[in-house]
């Protein structure tokens, strides 16, 4: 008996401890990922303080190359100011970003409500060939894109007045227009939305309420989860956009700040100067994750991903 009682105690200890090995083994992975994930970010930073190529390619022979330590300075910074109007492409991708979350929100979750709230012939097909729309590269339509605006009616003032122009080039609306509309962004709000009781329409409906009531009342008010979600990816599309604005783009008064760091590749690039001006973009995206990331981790784990 006794010897039955310590196998039963033994047997005991080893089955309270897989989970805590599990658990350590998740630890060790979760903190493994994030060193890979950071050590880009180090190596950027560290390498925007660091005075010349030479310096910065002997440092990555060990650690010192992912530190700031050594000989620092900030004169990569001020030569991104001096070489680039740094504050104009900054300006510019922050007008089109926000203005592409600020429509895209509206008439992506407008779409969604319409898919997912309302009952109209042909709904499942339209959500199919939206849905359907997330494999086509685009690459396969840059081309016929780019003929449509080139031939799209304009309106540009200058001082003379307002012209009627052809062509959008070299314009913001070029640079959000094409892209407001999303098809991911209306399955995360389609997803989100069928999760909320279609009781609160059926109730407001009886009380006199019109369907864009409905949408700005009840369904936008509980769905600021998935409304963070599809504004951080949609600021993030907008603002790495690089292939679209460098086809359409030649002036440097719209020109967004990807497209900006063209500047600096040369016979001898610097890459001290790369990598201050990659720092100074990725700020306005940590920015942005990091004042949002609540509800963007809420909805990827909850609702928006409900089927």
Request: glycine residues 6%; charged residues 10%; aromatic residues 14%.
């Amino acid at each position: 008996m006794r010897q039955f009682a310590l196998f039963q105690t033994t047997a005991g200890r080893t089955n309270r401890s897989r989970p805590q090995i599990g658990k350590t083994l998740q630890y060790v992975v979760n903190i493994l990922l994030v060193f890979a994930f950071i050590f880009p970010l180090l190596f950027m930073v560290s390498a925007s303080l660091k005075p010349s190529n030479d310096v910065i390619f002997s440092d990555l022979q060990s650690i010192r190359g992912f530190l700031p330590i050594g000989n620092l300075t900030l004169n990569n910074y001020v030569t991104v100011f001096q070489v680039s109007p740094f504050l104009r492409f900054l300006l510019n991708s922050i007008f089109i970003s926000a203005i592409s979350v600020l429509l895209g929100v509206f008439l992506n979750s407008m779409a969604a409500f319409a898919l997912s709230r309302m009952q109209w012939k042909g709904q499942a097909l339209v959500l199919t060939i939206i849905i359907a729309t997330l494999i086509i590269p685009f690459e396969t339509i840059a081309i016929p894109l780019l003929l449509l605006v080139n031939n799209l009616p304009n309106l540009s003032i200058s001082g003379s007045g307002i012209a009627l122009t052809q062509g959008w080039f070299d314009t913001y609306q070029v640079q959000i227009v094409p892209f407001i509309t999303s098809a991911f962004s209306i399955f995360l709000f389609y997803q989100f939305f069928k999760g909320i009781p279609v009781e609160l329409d059926e109730a407001a409906l009886v009380d006199g309420a019109s369907y864009f009531q409905i949408y700005r009342q009840i369904i936008m008010p509980n769905a600021s989860p998935v409304i963070a979600t599809v504004a951080i990816f949609t600021f993030l599309g907008s603002w790495n956009s690089f292939l679209w604005p460098n086809m359409v783009i030649q002036s440097e008064s719209v020109r967004p700040v990807m497209v900006g760091m063209n500047y600096f590749f040369q016979q001898n690039t610097q890459w001290g100067v790369v990598m201050a001006y990659a720092t100074m973009v990725t700020l306005p995206v940590l920015a942005l994750f990091l004042a949002f990331q609540k509800a963007f981790v809420t909805s990827l784990a909850g609702s928006s991903v409900k089927g």
